[in-house]
């Protein structure tokens, strides 16, 4: 296993892949200050990576930045990192890159879009759709039925009531409870959630 990015974001999935007895053979990072991350080397993105044939994970936490080095990459042999903790639907449907963090639930017939993020005790229940590049912060829950645009994030411990459609590129701030529809391109905060900014 591969990994892009050597960031906090990174020693989480590290975690991950160790609760599934998988071995991280190198990290790859913009930073040349960085040479090792918890023991794994660490060297600048090169022409290795355009050969690598192992699964790779982007450990980016930034939704933006991980879809700028997705898009350069697009040859890559992407693959999921879910811990072994957590609960996972069968019929829950995943795309490549996605990484879902230590006690996570996520309920039947979700849909969860490619390089896209499930943090720590989220919770995601039936027929929600996530789709590419989301993130889902620690102890976050949607409840059914509801919609992430692009590239979208929801705060910790943020609330998303069900049959919500979240737009793309929206921030929704941590602690929120988000009972209407949100447009594209807004910060949404506090209970109920309003939009207090637009984002350009």
Do not use: W
Request: glycine content about 10%; hydrophobic content about 40%; overall charge negative.
């Amino acid at each position: 296993m591969y990994l892009y990015g050597a960031s906090g974001h990174a020693k989480v999935i590290i975690d991950i892949l160790k609760s599934n007895n998988i071995i991280i053979h190198k990290v790859f990072d913009d930073n040349d200050h960085i040479t090792n991350l918890l023991g794994i080397e660490v060297s600048l993105p090169n022409r290795e990576i355009e050969s690598v044939k192992l699964p790779f994970i982007l450990s980016i936490g930034n939704n933006k930045t991980r879809e700028i080095i997705a898009n350069r990459y697009l040859g890559l042999n992407y693959t999921n990192a879910i811990h072994s903790s957590s609960i996972i639907d069968e019929t829950v449907t995943i795309k490549e890159g996605v990484v879902v963090m230590a006690g996570v639930v996520i309920n039947s017939s979700v849909k969860i879009g490619r390089h896209s993020i499930v943090n720590t005790s989220a919770t995601i229940d039936h027929d929600c759709i996530l789709c590419d590049f989301v993130h889902i912060s620690p102890n976050a829950t949607l409840c059914g039925n509801v919609i992430i645009g692009k590239g979208s994030q929801v705060g910790a411990g943020a609330v998303i009531i069900q049959g919500v459609t979240i737009g793309q590129n929206v921030i929704i701030g941590a602690g929120s409870v988000v009972i209407d529809d949100v447009p594209d391109n807004v910060i949404v905060v506090g209970s109920p959630g309003k939009v207090i900014k637009e984002i350009y």
